[in-house]
């Protein structure tokens, strides 16, 4: 067994894939006994060849590589990665991520030494080196009715400051999915990711469903480990992405905090989206969506392909 797996997804955008894994490999210590699996969530050819080309010529066996032929999104992908793991803990790194430091050994050694946690993140920094937030409050209807700001302010001991640096580790509810890192044990325990979510709000579901099973099912952000994320290259901005993340947002919200909340908050985005479409049109097609209840049905899971190179 090792002592960790760290598994990246791959979607169209090899480029990125290379530059994560070679960061990996030139900050990661050799103290740390880690292998790589990189899964190609069923990107076009091209660029799987590219990639595959690229692992080959780093010549490591630390890395494989397996291609998925049906886009399964970030927790489907993620799980496919996990059958291909045996290690003590999981890491999930974003491919659009480079390492500042040691991340992969920082957050290992605070996992082995911190009784209470079971998972963690480092410091998330953006493409221009600038510190960014690199936790979460928890999905609810309050948060989002009246802002993360709010719950801050009113209850500071429960909520920590998101836009604030941090120099030592801090227990927090929830951290990013661009680099999580987890006990083996509790993430395969609950089922791990929740595949009938293809993109957002994953982590959030997974550290609330940890954090409910296990009394040492915390969090934490750990600032001594640094990472870049550019963010986004796998997705680009449009109405069927937002839709996705409205979806994921009411899924989890129903899931985690009942019937009542969900309706109250898709009350609330039919509302919105009704009004923000007789000024752009193009959001009509949002505000029918929540009027007729957010269907999983419509989440962008069901319209992938199975390809058969």
């Known amino acids: 067994m090792r002592d960790i797996s760290i598994i990246i997804i791959n979607y169209n955008s090899s480029s990125y894939t290379i530059q994560c894994i070679q960061s990996i490999i030139e900050k990661t210590s050799p103290s740390i006994n880690y292998d790589i699996i990189v899964i190609d969530n069923a990107s076009h050819y091209d660029d799987y060849s590219k990639l595959l080309k690229e692992i080959t010529a780093l010549d490591n066996q630390k890395i494989t590589i397996q291609r998925s032929k049906l886009n399964t999104g970030f927790g489907g992908g993620n799980m496919f990665g996990v059958q291909f793991a045996n290690a003590k803990y999981y890491a999930f790194v974003n491919n659009d991520t480079i390492l500042k430091n040691d991340c992969i050994s920082i957050s290992y050694n605070f996992l082995e030494n911190t009784k209470d946690a079971s998972i963690c993140c480092p410091q998330q920094y953006d493409a221009n080196d600038h ?39 801090l227990k927090v509810e929830c951290v990013p999915g661009s680099f999580l890192v987890t006990k083996a044990s509790a993430f395969d325990q609950v089922g791990g990711f929740d595949t009938n979510i293809f993109l957002y709000y994953e982590e959030t579901d997974l550290c609330y469903r940890i954090k409910k099973a296990f009394s040492d ?57 009704f009004f923000k479409s007789i000024i752009k049109p193009k959001n009509f097609d949002l505000f029918l969506f929540f009027l007729k209840g957010a269907p999983l049905s419509a989440s962008l899971k069901m319209k992938q392909m199975i390809h058969k190179k």
């Not at 920590?160 to 030592?168: G, I, L, Q």
Request: hydrophobic share 30%.
């Open 131 to 169: 510190v960014q937030m690199s936790f979460d409050h928890f999905l609810s209807l309050k948060r989002e009715l009246f802002g993360r700001k709010i719950l801050e302010k009113t209850n500071p001991k429960r909520y920590p400051k998101r836009k604030k640096v941090y120099t030592s580790p």
């Open 217 to 273: 099912g915390n969090s934490y952000l750990v600032p001594e480990g640094q990472y870049l994320h550019f963010e986004g290259q796998s997705t680009k901005k449009s109405n069927a992405i937002k839709k996705e993340l409205k979806l994921s947002l009411l899924y989890v919200l129903r899931k985690h905090t009942g019937y009542i909340p969900f309706q109250v908050m898709r009350f609330v985005l039919t509302g919105k989206f």
